[in-house]
């Protein structure tokens, strides 16, 4: 069933597990990332960005119809939306969830764009998240990472004037395959955790490593996003001896297995349950 992603991360949060969110591009993605959460019995966030595929609507009803016929709860959340339209066009495609993504705008108009966007989603029952500090990618990762960091003070002003429903944190992860081992402030997360109060969330989450991530779900990281290790593994699993025309049934297999492993490892297996207690 399609729920609100502020549904699904508030449980989450109470109950101290993580809840993965891997990218979704195509049907094919999309049916394997919900079988996932049918056999494990458990919820599941299904994170869209704008640049893989050219007809959000034409996904999102097949997204939405999928959703609606399985019993555990599953939200449809548009990954770094870049502008007022592509939230609109989103929440017009059946999303139950909109990401705002002014992380590196100045900080008043991240304030200012992201509560324009709250007012409007709020009054369909559509989540928001949004990110403060900024994420980069992880081939330019280094030490000027440190910089990008989440300002604790800053965070707490942006979260009471916007109304969010969660926080994306910037904490020493980064995009994509990494240059370099992956350090995080897990201080920083502490902090953060202890005074915002609502869901943080971790993009970033391939090759953070596992012990990371599960450290990053004890101080406090309810939503983490993983795509590049999903489509690795399906293609480690396409390239594998087999019939031609069953490429995309190894492919989905590569991908639904690498999934399920994460699902597990963030503790969200068997607790699909009701939305909130």
């Not at 992603?5 to 195509?26: C, F, S």
């Not at 970033?204 to 795509?227: F, M, P, R």
Request: glycine share 10%; with cysteine; net charge negative.
């Amino acid at each position: 069933m399609l729920v609100p992603m502020k549904e699904i991360l508030e449980k989450a949060r109470e109950q101290k597990y993580g809840v993965i969110a891997p990218n979704v591009i195509n049907e094919d993605t999309a049916r394997a990332c919900i079988e996932a959460a049918v056999e494990l019995d458990a919820p599941l966030i299904l994170d869209f960005g704008f640049v893989f595929h050219k007809d959000i609507v034409y996904l999102g009803r097949i997204i939405e119809y999928l959703a609606n016929q399985v019993s555990v709860p599953i939200a449809l959340n548009l990954d770094h939306g870049a502008t007022f339209e592509q939230a609109v066009w989103a929440i017009r495609a059946g999303f139950t969830s909109i990401m705002v993504d002014r992380s590196t705008a100045p900080l008043e108009q991240n304030i200012r764009e992201t509560k324009e966007i709250v007012k409007m989603a709020h009054a369909v029952n559509v989540s928001v998240e949004a990110e403060l500090g900024h994420v980069g990618e992880g081939k330019m990762y280094g030490d000027s990472v440190k910089g990008l960091y989440t300002d604790v003070e800053e965070a707490q002003s942006f979260v009471t004037k916007t109304g969010i429903d969660c926080l994306a944190v910037a904490v020493g992860t980064a995009h994509g395959q990494y240059n370099g081992l992956p350090h995080l402030n897990f201080e920083l997360l502490n902090e953060l955790n202890q005074k915002l109060l609502i869901p943080l969330v971790l993009h970033g989450g391939s090759g953070t490593g596992d012990a990371n991530l599960v450290k990053a779900i004890k101080c406090g990281i309810t939503k983490i996003n993983i795509a590049t290790d999903l489509f690795t593994a399906a293609i480690d699993e396409g390239n594998q001896l087999g019939e031609s025309y069953m490429i995309y049934h190894r492919l989905q297999k590569g991908f639904k297995d690498r999934l399920i492993y994460y699902m597990k490892l963030a503790g969200q297996a068997g607790k699909a349950g009701k939305a909130s207690n």
